[in-house]
């Protein structure tokens, strides 16, 4: 094993850990519950084999809703955002632009920003849709993906930043 697939896994070990630990237990104003976990799908390097990547978002998801007895929403929010991955990549950075090889690796902070608002926007969409699954509680979809998402992509950010001053060093 070298030294990236180890850092992989203990990121990933850590970010479950955290999710179902800390931030599953953190309720602000009654309904927002960040999801810190989408960190390690936002960091995951881009260069990096797709299918392990789809793999390790499934088993992402789903270790979260086993831990959480959650009914399976996190599997299905994390499983398609590891499908889409590479489009919102190329929406993100440019069709013709240089992909960097990672998201930590890029200086353009306008396209890191619109990567990040993608990621979450679109999981947070997809996961509280499946969540309440019905036309009644349109409101309560937007209105939780909004404000969830809203949270999430501050706390995600600090993490990368955090992150990156922790590689720089």
Do not use: C
């Not at 590479?86 to 993100?92: D, S």
């Not at 240089?98 to 993608?118: V, Y």
């Not at 969830?148 to 955090?162: D, K, Q, R, Y």
Request: charge should be neutral.
């Amino acid at each position: 094993m070298n030294s990236n697939n180890i850092t992989l896994i203990s990121a990933f070990i850590l970010v479950v850990l955290l999710q179902v630990m800390l931030f599953n237990n953190l309720h602000l104003f009654g309904f927002i519950n960040p999801m810190v976990y989408l960190f390690f799908i936002i960091n995951y390097r881009f260069e990096s084999d797709q299918t392990l990547f789809i793999l390790l978002s499934f088993i992402l998801g789903f270790s979260i809703d086993f831990l959480s007895q959650s009914g399976g929403a996190h599997t299905i929010a994390t499983l398609t955002i590891g499908f889409i991955r590479p489009l919102l990549i190329r929406n993100a950075f440019g069709v013709t632009a240089e992909i960097p090889a990672g998201f930590q690796n890029d200086s353009r902070t306008l396209n890191k920003t619109i990567f990040l608002i993608l990621v979450i926007g679109i999981h947070h969409l997809l996961y509280f849709t499946f969540i309440f699954f019905n036309w009644d509680g349109i409101y309560l979809i937007l209105k939780n993906s909004l404000f969830t998402s809203l949270f999430s992509l501050i706390l995600v950010a600090l993490l990368s930043s955090l992150y990156t001053k922790l590689n720089d060093s």
